[in-house]
């Protein structure tokens, strides 16, 4: 499985950036997939995930509200729609999946492949 994110930007507080994760594979309707975020001296933590159907969601407290996880299983692909961001939203995301499972929880240890990593800066 190869995951690639993209879509991270440098965006003022307040504003909005929507982050996304091609897949491959052909049987991506049946990864359960995860965004974490990695800050500057800071360990990796999670942010979102989505189950394979994409009916079941989780966020980290501090997301709620504002950010938003989806899936496009015709596009493989995995959305995350982050509103109202705030500086301490700045890190690197990426976005992960764990095979075998509905839903893929909140330890990163759990999940099976990872992407490279996005930069998303929010200036104050």
């Known amino acids: 499985v190869q995951l690639q994110a993209s879509g991270g930007g440098l965006v003022q507080a307040g504003g909005s950036l929507r982050l996304s994760c091609a897949a491959s594979g052909r049987t991506f309707s049946t990864y359960a997939m995860g965004w974490f975020r990695q800050a500057p001296g800071k360990e990796r933590e999670f942010v979102a995930a989505?189950?394979?159907?994409?009916?079941?969601?989780g966020y980290q407290d501090s997301v709620k509200g504002r950010f938003t996880i989806s899936r496009d299983n015709a596009k493989n692909t995995v959305y995350l729609q982050m509103n109202s961001l705030k500086p301490e939203d700045t890190a690197v995301y990426y976005c992960?999946?764990?095979?075998?499972?509905?839903?893929?929880?909140?330890?990163?240890?759990?999940?099976?492949?990872w992407g490279q990593g996005t930069l998303v800066t929010v200036s104050s």
């Open positions: 992960a999946c764990r095979l075998g499972t509905y839903y893929g929880g909140t330890s990163a240890d759990l999940y099976d492949y």
């Open positions: 989505v189950s394979w159907s994409g009916r079941s969601t």
